[in-house]
């Protein structure tokens, strides 16, 4: 029997099936292609994807659907394929709904966060700023949209609250008129606009609100669980003129925004306890003080009193030998905050330039008298890189050394072991990264 050919219907429809399922294998694959990656994780935390969990690494690709949790030492970077950045701070939550970008034509992106809890930064990115009607961050309580900004959300189930660094963003109360299916500002009778201009204020919205409030930063109250302080900072830290120069480095932006932080929550519970005696002091040998070095008196003023406990040339950690020494009675874990730090890049024709410590974490285990630290560093012509180092502590001195040489750490605690600083270099490419830090139990 001869075969009969397919008549022109049926090969209309088949057709149709071919591209119809070509299509779908395509919406698959760019379901799950890569639209960011991790530049900097500090401390613990997990990516959620498909049921599974995974421990957050630099480098990880990110892909929609994706939730990053943080812990309570954790702290995420994420660039987007358009440069867009995103800083998710300890003890949060935050999902990539959708993240959609295609260069060719950036009008048609649609982007949407989802911040359960806790705190992000975000910068906006080529997406966000060619398709401001298609990004929204939503949150338990608002939808928030941008106008090509730089902004922090800190929200949960009761309340939001937003600053402005620069541009501006439309909050809105999600309700029947703002839905969170949408994309885009919300423009509803209960939307605020917050801007950048606005110095020293913060939109609040809380539950059960009629609508979101303008507020002075500095009138925040403990319910909203923000420091004034830090608020009072970022403001001011926004208006200056590093600020400028930040805008065309969004990595520098973020780099010092999570060094405001920690600084900011050191000074927020040194307001609210009790002054505490500063045992160890920084002092630098010369005249010449290396960029960006806030952090180190002269010599001869920090020798007042003092002992030299470990040094490297420029960099010399002084100690109050006055104060009662506990250090043989010590025992177990102890977790340090960064309370400061400096830090310079050296290229290799042997130029100098600032740099700038993010954050980290330090621990001692004065019952194994060993010790482990992770410090992140940022650099403009080295981007952010981390310094890792574990190694042991001399319980009758507090002197304690790295065991590793390609990141090198010397410090000491401080006698009452309330303190504990190190100065620290790793070398990067034929360059290098040197600094001192400052830490408070």
Known sequence: MMNRPLCPIRMLRLLLLMWALLALASAVRASTTSVGEVTLCIGSSQIQREGRSESVTKGYSIVPGDVIRTTTNGHVHVRFVDGALVSVRPDSVLQVVEYRYDPANPSASLI????????????????????????????????????????????????????????????????????????????????????????????????AAREPLLQPVNSLQGGDKITPALFQERISSANTATAVADSRSPGQVLAREAAALAEMRARAERAETPPLTNSLTWGRW???????????????????????????????????????????????????????????????SNVVSAAIVDGGSLSIDFGRNTFATQLAVTAQRVGTQAVTATGTIDRTTGVFLSNGAADRVSGAVSLDTSQAGYFFSKSVGNGALMGATLWRR
């Open 286 to 348: 010369g005249d010449n003080v290396r960029p960006g070095d806030n952090l180190t008196v002269p010599f001869k003023e920090a020798l007042s009193g003092n002992r030299v406990t470990v040094g490297d040339g420029y960099y010399f950690l002084f100690r109050n030998e006055t104060i009662t020494n506990t250090l043989t009675n010590a025992s177990g874990l102890a977790n340090f905050r960064l309370e400061s730090g400096t830090a310079s890049y050296r290229d290799p």
């Open 112 to 207: 949407k966060f989802y911040l359960e809890t806790g705190t992000m930064r975000g910068i906006s990115g080529l997406a966000a700023q060619a398709a401001r009607d298609k990004f929204r961050l939503n949150t338990p309580l608002v939808a928030i949209g941008v106008k090509g900004t730089d902004f922090v959300t800190q929200a949960d189930a009761k309340r939001a609250v937003v600053l402005v660094n620069q541009g501006a963003i439309v909050l809105a109360p999600l309700d029947n008129a703002c839905s969170v299916d949408g994309f885009g500002p919300c423009a509803t009778p209960r939307s605020r606009e917050l801007a950048a201009t606005m110095s020293g204020m913060a939109l609040v919205y809380r539950q």
